[in-house]
């Protein structure tokens, strides 16, 4: 079984800082890696997604994340975040078997201050 | 290209009724799976449809059940409504290989009183 833990509930942050979402994943097998966002009243949006090969992977909306596997982690990040950025976002795993059941995290809520 | 379509959008029920969801995946998509979404529990898998086929099942009571038509539409029923249940159903498609991150709907909102 895997289990995903995405280490702050809540990121407030300034209108053009950089900022980084913290994800660490556990499991006994290879998995793949997604991040998704969830703007108010909306279902989720891919952001990006790890299946294998190079570990940095880019994403939409300027938004990339590092896949690290001797830390479990994949983090998410953004050098200039804008106020559109505001949102909610997940981090999930699955295994390579059952490729779509998804394990989320609790999720991550962004908040981008003028 | 259409995305996936959920209806109806919002839903209030009694508890003891019972409810069903629908969800259109996109076109030429195969994979139907259905997720509950709660602020105490978060993002719940629920199951996975694939060709008419449940393949994939998450830790929910049988009162949640799912069936899946031959061109992709998938339904979702919850019996005998709890409150609980109240929650945003969220339906997401895929092509169903391996790797390819599903698509999600925007979701319905269950409210049960």
């Known amino acids: 079984a895997q289990s995903v833990t995405q280490l702050d509930s809540q990121v407030p942050v300034f209108e053009e800082a950089p900022v980084e979402l913290r994800c660490n994943y556990s499991?006994?097998?290879?998995?793949?890696l997604f991040w998704y966002v969830q703007y108010p009243n909306q279902g989720l949006q891919l952001l990006l997604k790890?299946?294998?090969?190079?570990?940095l992977v880019k994403g939409i909306n300027g938004f990339e994340a590092e896949f690290n596997k001797s830390q479990t982690s994949f983090h998410l990040r953004k050098p200039s975040v804008h106020i559109s950025d505001t949102a909610e976002y997940f981090c999930a795993v699955s295994d390579l078997q059952g490729a779509q059941k998804l394990v989320f995290g609790q999720g991550t809520r962004l908040t981008i201050n003028p | 290209k259409a995305g996936v379509t959920q209806t109806p959008r919002y839903l209030i029920k009694t508890r003891g009724q019972q409810v069903t969801l629908s969800c259109s995946p996109i076109?030429?998509?195969?994979?139907v799976s259905w997720y509950q979404q709660t602020p105490g529990q978060g993002l719940q898998f629920l199951f996975e449809?694939?060709?008419?086929?449940?393949?994939n099942k998450g830790n929910f009571p049988g009162r949640f059940s799912g069936r899946q038509f031959s061109n992709s539409r998938s339904e979702m029923n919850v019996s005998t409504l709890e409150l609980g249940d109240s929650a945003l159903y969220l339906c997401?498609?895929?092509?169903?290989?391996?790797?390819?991150?599903?698509?999600f709907g925007p979701g319905t909102r269950l409210t049960v009183t």
């Open positions: 076109s030429g998509h195969r994979s």
């Open positions: 997401a498609s895929s092509l169903g290989s391996i790797g390819t991150g599903p698509i």
């Open positions: 790890y299946l294998s090969g190079s570990t």
């Open positions: 449809y694939f060709s008419e086929t449940q393949r």
């Open positions: 499991s006994s097998v290879s998995v793949y």
